[in-house]
């Protein structure tokens, strides 16, 4: 379906990626991962001709329809926002056979189109009083939903999607990935969501360090993957510094003595050999935040309390009378339909919206802080990033802050760049580093996820499960909700339901999946994939005894044969496990014996090897599991 081979691209001196090669075929679904700035989104706009590469080359097989899904922007202009779904506008993506996005292929409207249309825009929550709005009246957020369906009825064979998750609220999002899973063709997704990763994907894509590497699975089995990929890399070159050491040890002994210096002469000659082929010793660990985290002052039990609190927009009535209150050392998440109140609640609880009747009160000793008010009102633009990280009560060194900035992607020079050049997604990564500093013992946050890498995800949770104060937080990130959350509280309609409990306690007291569950709309969700064809009218004829006994006889013969495929099948998937296992056995001893680095290329050679392996072992284990729980379910009376 797409090949590309030999693919770099540089900026002003810097290269993004070289000699960069994939290949999909019909039916994969492949996350493409990285740090921010890797280029990630270059690369996706280079394979739909809307960027030209330095080197390299692209090819579609003739005829696929591409459909792309941009992450910032689209166009939106006089058409209904039901016009838009149904592609009477120029669709983001394209026939790449005859230039992406110049020739549009709109879906054929019947009166079937038009009802699938709609209900995958009501999946995407927009209610039927939006279908006959002009598009270009909705929000960034919203067009990008609007496109999202457009995209969700055209079909296209390959389905490119950049961060798709950043504009959608989480009963939405989980909508999304229910349905992406029937998706019928092949998925390329960035994303930084790794429960969307891990629901969608069979390969994950790499881009790090200008490099692709491929690895099988989703997203948790790429981690364990490359965990035992780099593991092998850090053996091969400590041991080859090993023998580099023992030979230059006998170098500089024995080359001073006339006996020896022949033999001096060889090892040096090897040790130059040793160490064109030697490996770079990854850092297996990963960026991490090194410190333990400044600790708020304790507050009382009771730390906020909302009592009769009456909030509306005009004549619009979101909160009639709403009670709340959070006692300390809760981390609770705001959950419910998009429209529900959630981001009001939060805003009402940091004092940003006044009730127009109720009351509002901190308890003892509670000091709040507001994400979002938080970057408004504090960061000073005439600083450089490291000048107002450090700008804390707190004491804490200038190690320690570089250190949780480095966390949050200001690395290297980016610690001097002025405030006042920081993109949103920069201010936002270093409010949280202010915040973090100097936490107050009431945080509450609004989708502060978003513009953070997965590193970065896993630094902020980190930090969090550390944090001995009072969260209070809306997020879409389903891992880092599970992660972080011991409190639910489900929003909708005014009306507030406490679940005691994190992320598996609030589904299984709702007793529903997790998209019914945090939806709250249950079996109303509305399916956009085709029905299956209604059963005929008229009852099939009784079949005679006889056919009875036939049928139940082929049926048996059929289970017979089926158990013995599987049986077979399993037996041959254990002998193939066994022999990589033993396989990889032998490499790992290969690679800790000295006498293998006297071989030029050897160590390279039993790297690739060994990588190899670790992209297989996992394929065939998932393989074996799925022949095994069929045949167990084959062999239960």
Same mark, same amino acid.
């Given at each position: 379906?797409?090949?590309?081979?030999?693919?770099?691209?540089?900026?002003?001196?810097?290269?993004?990626?070289?000699?960069?090669?994939?290949?999909?075929?019909?039916?994969?679904?492949?996350?493409?991962?990285?740090?921010?700035?890797?280029?990630?989104?270059?690369?996706?706009?280079?394979?739909?001709?809307? &960027?030209?590469?330095?080197?390299?080359?692209?090819?579609?097989?003739?005829?696929?329809?591409?459909?792309?899904?941009?992450?910032?922007?689209?166009?939106?202009?006089?058409?209904? =926002?039901?016009?838009?779904?149904?592609?009477?506008?120029?669709?983001?993506?394209?026939?790449?056979?005859?230039?992406?996005?110049? *020739?549009?292929?709109?879906?054929? =409207?019947?009166?079937?189109?038009?009802?699938?249309?709609?209900?995958?825009?009501?999946?995407?929550?927009?209610?039927?009083?939006?279908?006959?709005?002009?598009?270009?009246? +909705?929000?960034?957020?919203?067009?990008?939903?609007?496109?999202?369906?457009?995209?969700?009825?055209?079909?296209?064979?390959?389905?490119?999607?950049?961060?798709?998750?950043? !504009?959608?609220?989480?009963? =939405?999002?989980?909508?999304?990935?229910?349905?992406?899973?029937?998706?019928?063709?092949?998925?390329?997704?960035?994303?930084?969501? #790794?429960?969307?990763?891990?629901?969608?994907?069979?390969?994950?894509?790499?881009?790090?360090?200008?490099?692709?590497?491929?690895?099988?699975?989703?997203?948790?089995?790429? +981690?364990?993957?490359?965990?035992?990929?780099?593991?092998?890399?850090?053996?091969?070159?400590?041991?080859?510094?090993?023998?580099?050491?023992?030979?230059?040890?006998?170098?500089?002994?024995?080359?001073?003595?006339?006996?020896?210096?022949?033999?001096?002469?060889?090892?040096?000659?090897?040790?130059?050999?040793?160490?064109?082929?030697?490996?770079?010793?990854?850092?297996?660990?990963?960026?991490?935040?090194?410190?333990?985290?400044?600790?708020?002052?304790?507050?009382?039990?009771?730390?906020?309390?909302?009592?009769?609190? #009456?909030?509306?927009?005009?004549?619009?009535?979101?909160?009639?009378?709403?009670?709340?209150?959070?006692?300390?050392? /809760?981390?609770?998440?705001?959950?419910?339909?998009?429209?529900?109140?959630?981001?009001?609640?939060?805003?009402?609880?940091?004092?940003?919206? /006044?009730?127009?009747?109720?009351?509002?009160?901190?308890?003892?000793?509670?000091?709040?802080?507001?994400?979002?008010?938080?970057?408004?009102?504090?960061?000073?633009?005439?600083?450089?990033?490291?000048?107002?990280?450090?700008?804390?009560?707190?004491?804490?060194?200038?190690?320690? =802050? #570089?250190?949780?900035?480095?966390?949050?992607?200001?690395?290297?020079?980016?610690?001097?760049?002025?405030?006042?050049?920081?993109?949103?997604?920069?201010?936002?990564?270093?409010?949280?580093?202010?915040?973090?500093?100097?936490?107050?013992?009431?945080?509450?946050?609004?989708?502060?996820?978003?513009?953070?890498?997965?590193?970065?995800?896993?630094?902020?949770?980190?930090?969090?499960?550390?944090?001995?104060?009072?969260?209070?937080?809306?997020?879409?990130?389903? !891992?880092?909700?599970?992660?972080?959350?011991?409190?639910?509280?489900?929003?909708?309609?005014?009306?507030?339901?406490?679940?005691?409990?994190?992320?598996?306690?609030?589904?299984?007291?709702?007793? /529903?999946?997790?998209?019914?569950?945090?939806?709250?709309?249950?079996?109303?969700?509305?399916?956009?994939?085709?029905?299956?064809?209604?059963?005929?009218?008229?009852?099939?004829?009784?079949?005679?005894?006889?056919?009875?006994? #036939?049928?139940?006889?082929?049926?048996?013969?059929?289970?017979?044969?089926?158990?013995?495929?599987? /049986?077979?099948?399993?037996?041959?998937?254990?002998?193939?496990?066994?022999?990589? &296992?033993?396989?990889?056995?032998?490499?790992?001893?290969?690679?800790?014996?000295?006498?293998?680095?006297?071989?030029?290329?050897?160590?390279?050679?039993?790297?690739?090897?060994?990588?190899?392996? *670790?992209?297989?072992?996992?394929?065939? *284990?998932?393989?074996?599991?799925?022949?095994?729980?069929?045949?167990?379910?084959?062999?239960?009376?």
């Amino acid at each position: 379906m797409l090949t590309f081979s030999g693919l770099s691209k540089a900026y002003g001196g810097r290269t993004l990626f070289a000699d960069a090669a994939l290949a999909l075929v019909a039916g994969d679904r492949v996350g493409l991962v990285g740090p921010n700035g890797a280029g990630k989104s270059t690369l996706v706009r280079i394979l739909l001709g809307q &960027e030209t590469a330095d080197d390299g080359t692209v090819a579609f097989a003739r005829g696929t329809r591409v459909g792309f899904l941009p992450q910032e922007s689209a166009p939106a202009g006089d058409e209904t =926002v039901l016009d838009l779904a149904l592609g009477h506008s120029h669709p983001p993506g394209g026939d790449p056979a005859s230039a992406p996005e110049s *020739h549009p292929i709109p879906a054929p =409207v019947d009166g079937e189109t038009v009802a699938r249309a709609k209900r995958i825009l009501a999946g995407l929550a927009f209610r039927e009083s939006d279908y006959d709005r002009p598009a270009r009246q +909705l929000s960034g957020g919203w067009v990008m939903r609007a496109h999202l369906a457009r995209l969700l009825v055209w079909e296209p064979d390959l389905l490119m999607l950049d961060e798709p998750t950043n !504009h959608l609220d989480l009963e =939405v999002l989980l909508w999304v990935q229910d349905y992406l899973r029937s998706y019928p063709g092949a998925l390329l997704l960035i994303s930084h969501d #790794r429960e969307f990763l891990n629901r969608l994907s069979t390969h994950i894509v790499e881009l790090r360090q200008g490099r692709l590497f491929k690895y099988t699975g989703n997203y948790e089995s790429y +981690l364990s993957q490359r965990e035992a990929t780099e593991r092998a890399l850090a053996a091969t070159a400590k041991a080859q510094q090993r023998r580099i050491d023992q030979l230059q040890e006998f170098v500089d002994r024995f080359r001073a003595k006339n006996t020896k210096a022949t033999q001096a002469q060889s090892k040096m000659k090897l040790i130059e050999r040793l160490r064109e082929d030697q490996v770079d010793c990854p850092d297996i660990d990963g960026p991490t935040v090194g410190f333990r985290f400044p600790q708020p002052e304790r507050s009382g039990l009771r730390v906020i309390r909302l009592d009769g609190v #009456r909030f509306a927009y005009g004549d619009l009535c979101v909160y009639p009378r709403l009670d709340f209150s959070a006692e300390r050392g /809760q981390r609770i998440v705001l959950v419910g339909p998009n429209g529900a109140g959630k981001s009001t609640l939060l805003k009402l609880l940091a004092g940003v919206l /006044q009730p127009q009747a109720g009351e509002h009160a901190l308890g003892h000793n509670v000091r709040a802080g507001y994400y979002a008010q938080y970057r408004l009102d504090t960061l000073n633009p005439d600083r450089s990033v490291l000048e107002e990280a450090l700008d804390t009560p707190q004491r804490v060194t200038e190690t320690a =802050v #570089r250190t949780v900035l480095g966390s949050f992607l200001f690395r290297g020079d980016d610690v001097f760049k002025p405030v006042s050049v920081l993109s949103g997604g920069e201010k936002s990564r270093l409010a949280l580093v202010k915040l973090l500093l100097d936490p107050p013992n009431l945080l509450l946050m609004d989708e502060p996820t978003t513009h953070l890498d997965m590193p970065s995800v896993d630094a902020l949770i980190a930090a969090l499960l550390q944090y001995a104060g009072t969260l209070i937080f809306i997020s879409h990130d389903v !891992h880092f909700i599970r992660s972080i959350s011991n409190h639910v509280v489900h929003v909708r309609a005014g009306q507030l339901t406490h679940y005691p409990g994190g992320y598996e306690y609030y589904l299984d007291k709702t007793r /529903q999946s997790a998209r019914d569950g945090l939806t709250g709309r249950g079996a109303a969700l509305p399916d956009a994939r085709p029905a299956s064809a209604s059963p005929s009218p008229t009852a099939p004829a009784e079949p005679s005894r006889k056919d009875q006994k #036939r049928a139940a006889a082929e049926a048996r013969q059929a289970q017979a044969r089926e158990r013995r495929d599987l /049986q077979r099948r399993v037996t041959d998937l254990e002998k193939a496990i066994a022999s990589l &296992e033993s396989r990889e056995k032998e490499l790992v001893a290969e690679l800790e014996d000295p006498a293998t680095y006297q071989a030029p290329g050897r160590a390279v050679a039993i790297n690739r090897e060994l990588q190899d392996l *670790h992209q297989d072992l996992p394929l065939r *284990h998932a393989e074996w599991e799925q022949a095994a729980e069929a045949l167990q379910r084959l062999e239960t009376p």
